[in-house]
């Protein structure tokens, strides 16, 4: 039963098609980003990104809906993600992933 958490994070590895790279495009920017959980991971990189990219008065101005929107639920704002490592077990373990965030939905 333990290994039922790697064979699924190397099964959801298998599935991306085209590779992630690190850096800016024109929709949207790739980040990567360590968590316990691929959640927390994911999570992490639009908080990497919204503290890049959004300016401070903005992110002061739209604090609640960030948190509702974006910090919560971080799939919505996230195109595509591959996991690049994952080590130890799911409640101990660490998750490295790509996220690709898309800058129109997190204008959205």
Do not use: H, N, W
Not at 81 to 91: N, Y
């Amino acid at each position: 039963m333990k290994s039922l958490p790697a064979a699924l994070l190397i099964l959801l590895s298998a599935c991306a098609r085209t590779p992630l790279r690190v850096g800016l495009y024109p929709e949207g920017v790739v980040v990567e980003a360590e968590g316990t959980t691929i959640e927390e991971a994911r999570q992490r990189a639009v908080e990497e990104v919204v503290s890049v990219y959004v300016s401070s008065q903005a992110r002061a101005r739209s604090m609640a809906k960030l948190e509702k929107d974006v910090f919560l639920r971080p799939e919505t704002v996230i195109k595509k993600s591959k996991v690049v490592s994952a080590r130890g077990a799911a409640q101990a373990g660490l998750v490295r992933l790509r996220a690709f965030v898309s800058y129109a939905k997190l204008r959205g």
